[in-house]
């Protein structure tokens, strides 16, 4: 293992023991995450047992479809993440490059279905706010399912940003050569807090777009 | 590290096609009438996904009691967060003393 002295922090035994400490920080930092969105996913609870009607109404207007393709999109994204960490460990600096970038992209079109989701919403009044109809009608529940819809996919949207820049960042790394030697784990890490992005919309996506639609 | 990971490249491969082909379960059953377990369907659908993405795709499988740990942890919390807040706002007009319950006027 000596040709990896560069990636040995000096306070780390060994290159196991920095790993191990890494995963741990990664971890602990997921878990605030957990809590974050939890808190959200509480509210959605209490308010969905509270208007469940109004809730599924406002659900149905959002296309399921859609969201279906979307979550493909996003799990596709964390298909391409696996395989950048895979050629990370193998210090590929080329295919490192390749499927940090897939996964970018991946994540540009989950993003851009979204915006087009979000423009309609406009066009039909559906932004929470003075402006606020559902159907024609203001003051309804339904507002409060669009509140929960656009804060949650909002600051699951600006999660998959930041994720984006940092792969951006670390896939220029990659080609100047920071990978090419093992006990490098940044893309690991990343990875970590990609599939946990994943994660919150593997339950955002039924919570939100597929509330009784049994009845439609 | 680096020696088992070729093993897995078939794994993660599966775990992916499980998991958009469970996508679009979720998707058909919420299409057809279960009654009262839609909701928990789906849920439950979506936590075999999360455990799958977990375990596999983030290597939990394959980590340390630490690891397993902090992500438990996490986990532990959330069901205290919601079993403590639902069982509170769901249960607010089991008895009419304690008031209504939230939404009804």
Redesign the interface.
């Known amino acids: 293992m000596s040709s990896s002295h560069g990636a040995l922090a000096h306070h780390f035994e060994s290159l196991?023991q920095q790993?191990?400490a890494h995963?741990?920080g990664m971890?602990?930092f997921?878990?605030t995450e957990?809590?974050f969105f939890?808190?959200l996913?509480?509210g959605y609870?209490?308010?969905r047992?509270?208007?469940y009607d109004a809730f599924a109404r406002a659900s149905n207007h959002l296309d399921?479809?859609i969201g279906?393709i979307n979550?493909?999109v996003l799990?596709?994204s964390?298909?391409t993440?696996?395989?950048a960490v895979?050629a990370a460990?193998?210090c590929k600096k080329i295919q490192i490059f390749v499927w940090l970038w897939a996964t970018i992209i991946l994540g540009g079109v989950f993003l851009g279905v979204k915006y087009v989701e979000y423009a309609d919403k406009w066009q039909h009044h559906l932004i929470p706010g003075p402006n606020f109809q559902f159907e024609g009608v203001q003051g309804g529940?339904e507002q409060i399912f669009f509140a929960f819809y656009f804060t949650m996919t909002g600051l699951h949207a600006f999660h998959m940003v930041i994720g984006a820049v940092i792969l951006a960042w670390l896939s220029v790394l990659a080609l100047k050569g920071r990978f090419d030697q093992?006990g490098r784990n940044a893309v690991?890490m990343i990875?970590?807090y990609w599939?946990?992005v994943?994660?919150v919309w593997?339950?955002l996506?039924?919570?939100l777009y597929?509330?009784?639609?049994?009845?439609? | 590290m680096s020696g088992h990971e070729q093993s897995h490249m078939k794994l993660y491969f599966g775990v992916f096609v499980t998991l958009l082909v469970l996508t679009f379960v979720t998707v058909w059953i919420a299409e057809h009438d279960y009654g009262a377990f839609n909701t928990p369907i789906a849920l439950a659908i979506a936590s075999f996904k999360a455990s799958i993405v977990i375990l596999y795709f983030m290597h939990v499988r394959w980590s340390s009691r630490v690891t397993w740990m902090a992500a438990g942890i996490g986990f532990v919390f959330l069901v205290i967060l919601l079993g403590f807040t639902l069982s509170d706002y769901l249960t607010r007009d089991w008895m009419q003393i304690y008031g209504p319950a939230l939404g009804s006027r």
């Open positions: 196991d790993r191990e995963t741990l971890w602990a997921l878990v957990v809590m939890g808190g996913f509480a609870a209490v308010y047992h509270a208007y399921a479809h279906g979550t493909a799990i596709g964390s298909f993440m696996v395989l895979h460990q193998r529940h093992p690991e990875g970590l599939h946990f994943d994660l593997i339950f996506f039924p919570l597929l509330i009784g639609r049994h009845h439609a």
